[in-house]
């Protein structure tokens, strides 16, 4: 049963030029011990998106439709108050910036213990204890230094195994990661996403892991969702997807990875302004394989036999 479930979600910005829809129809779902991949190019809308779960959407954007189900309550009907008590407790956030995430000017203890009391009572010594587990956890060795100092000693790679262990701390069922290795070097990002898939599979939490690289999803996630200009244009199990793209664009994005032994093929154009989304397929104009019903009517979503969805007029390998 899904932990978390995200239905026909659609976001506008009010804007004084008008409304911009940023993502429209949306549909996501992450069961427990599950990690699910968010993917797709820049402006595809994958940060919009686990922001508007996470009720942390900027002004002036909105949810317009759709409901974001979790723990039997529709989150987007949930006030502010509500809400602050479902981030950390419920759904955390590990965010792209991990020294964003820190308060400068606060020790690291500090931060730890007014996380806690913000939605638990608990005395110095059991706060202080928790985190040095907390910091245990995600494998930081010299616990009580990183506790009595700041953000800024610590490495890219510390700090961001700190907003880990934050995000871990007061144990949520669902944990979102919005590119969070994005700023380290290749090695530290393999220790923290390694850490982090251990981290939510042994304690049966879900995670949605928001990426651009399509190899972190295939080393890390179970499923996948492929966005592009605001939509999900294909979702299934990782393997199944990684081995028979349904959709155009899951085939080009995938045929852009450097491989050994094979030439690698960009993707014609970029991505569209989601202030000027072309009709029809938004993918249309850099398709090789479409045709005047794709730029005339938006593909309606199709099941395959194997429980994958897709939104494509002329899925990959059909007659």
Do not use: W
């Amino acid at each position: 049963m899904a932990l978390l479930d995200v239905e026909a979600l659609s976001v506008d910005f009010h804007l004084p030029s008008g409304t911009l829809r940023a993502i429209e129809d949306v549909r996501l779902s992450v069961e427990a011990g599950e990690v699910l991949g968010v993917v797709g190019e820049t402006g595809s809308g994958k940060s919009v998106t686990v922001r508007s779960i996470m009720g942390l959407l900027p002004a002036p954007g909105r949810v317009a439709a759709g409901r974001i189900l979790f723990d039997g309550a529709d989150l987007v009907q949930l006030s502010q108050r509500r809400m602050r008590q479902v981030r950390a407790v419920g759904i955390s956030f590990v965010a792209q910036n991990p020294f964003g995430a820190l308060n400068p000017v606060l020790s690291v203890g500090r931060q730890f213990r007014n996380l806690v009391r913000a939605h638990e009572r608990a005395s110095n010594q059991e706060i202080h204890e928790r985190s040095l587990a907390a910091l245990a956890s995600v494998q930081i060795d010299d616990r009580e230094r990183v506790l009595a100092g700041y953000a800024h000693e610590l490495s890219g790679g510390m700090a961001q195994r700190v907003v880990i262990a934050m995000a871990l701390m007061l144990n949520p069922s669902v944990v979102i990661a919005d590119e969070p290795t994005t700023a380290l070097d290749l090695t530290t990002q393999r220790q923290i996403l390694d850490l982090v898939r251990q981290l939510v599979v042994q304690d049966r939490r879900a995670m949605i892991l928001v990426t651009h690289d399509m190899g972190v999803v295939a080393n890390y996630c179970d499923s996948m969702a492929v966005m592009y200009a605001g939509r999900v244009v294909e979702c299934g199990a990782t393997a199944a997807v990684l081995r028979s793209p349904t959709h155009q664009y899951t085939k080009a994005l995938l045929d852009s990875v450097p491989r050994r032994g094979r030439e690698t093929t960009g993707i014609p154009g970029s991505a569209p302004s989601l202030a000027n989304r072309p009709g029809g397929c938004s993918f249309a104009p850099r398709c090789a394989a479409a045709t005047q019903v794709c730029t005339d009517s938006v593909p309606p979503v199709q099941r395959r036999a194997d429980g994958r969805e897709f939104a494509c007029h002329h899925p990959v390998g059909a007659q």
